[in-house]
């Protein structure tokens, strides 16, 4: 089972920025698609961004224009770039794996606090 390692998460002012970083234990590329979901303290698992076998990546409306994703196959990690960062994304940040249409790997999540 490939797990996968979040860092990079913390405290951060509004307007600042913070790079996040997924580390599987086996290779990025054994996914079919990757994920960033976010999760607040009273609200729902919602997606932030993801990226397909074929290297397309879609984000969420309320991230567009300030949250980069990519896959970088050197390092063997995904990576997260949040900038101009509002109160309103603090949450606890999941990475996703995902093979065929149900296998899913979550892995422990970092939490992204973004306060004054």
């Known amino acids: 089972q490939v797990q996968l390692v979040e860092s990079g998460g913390g405290l951060v002012q509004p307007g600042g920025s913070l790079r996040l970083s997924c580390a599987p234990s086996?290779?990025?590329?054994?996914?079919?698609?990757m994920a960033w979901y976010r999760q607040a303290q009273e609200g729902e698992r919602e997606l932030v961004a993801s990226?397909?076998?074929?290297?397309?990546?879609k984000y969420a409306d309320s991230v567009k224009g300030r949250f980069t994703m990519w896959r970088d196959a050197a390092k063997n990690a995904l990576f997260l770039q949040m900038k101009s960062l509002k109160p309103e994304d603090t949450a606890v940040y999941y990475c996703?794996?995902?093979?065929?249409?149900?296998?899913?790997?979550w892995g422990q999540g970092t939490q992204v606090t973004v306060s004054s």
């Open positions: 086996g290779s990025i590329f054994s996914f079919d698609a």
């Open positions: 990226v397909n076998r074929g290297g397309i990546v």
């Open positions: 996703n794996g995902r093979v065929g249409a149900t296998s899913q790997t």
